[in-house]
């Protein structure tokens, strides 16, 4: 998923030219990791441990999170279309 492809670009080495910004947009502000739902619903995990928040997942990874909904995307830059 997103986070997954979020926090691996983070890691990979960029030249510094190069290096994009990473943001993850996603609705809702926490990672609910499914199959743990099992272990939270019967109370022997936490809601953070099952459904940590994006904001503490990607502490100190480089990648910022926006909470919401993409509407579209504008690249800009040389390469962009005129």
Do not use: H, M, N
Not at 22 to 30: C, E, G
Not at 55 to 63: A, N
Request: proline fraction near 5%; hydrophobic fraction near 40%.
């Amino acid at each position: 998923g997103g986070l997954y492809t979020a926090l691996r670009l983070s890691t990979l080495v960029w030249k510094e030219s190069t290096k994009p910004e990473i943001t993850l947009v996603d609705k809702s502000d926490r990672f609910v990791f499914k199959p743990l739902l099992y272990e939270y619903l019967t109370d022997e995990l936490e809601l953070d441990e099952v459904a940590p928040r994006f904001t503490d997942v990607l502490q100190r990874s480089g990648v910022a999170f926006v909470q919401g909904q993409v509407a579209g995307v504008t690249r800009s830059g040389e390469d962009a279309a005129p």
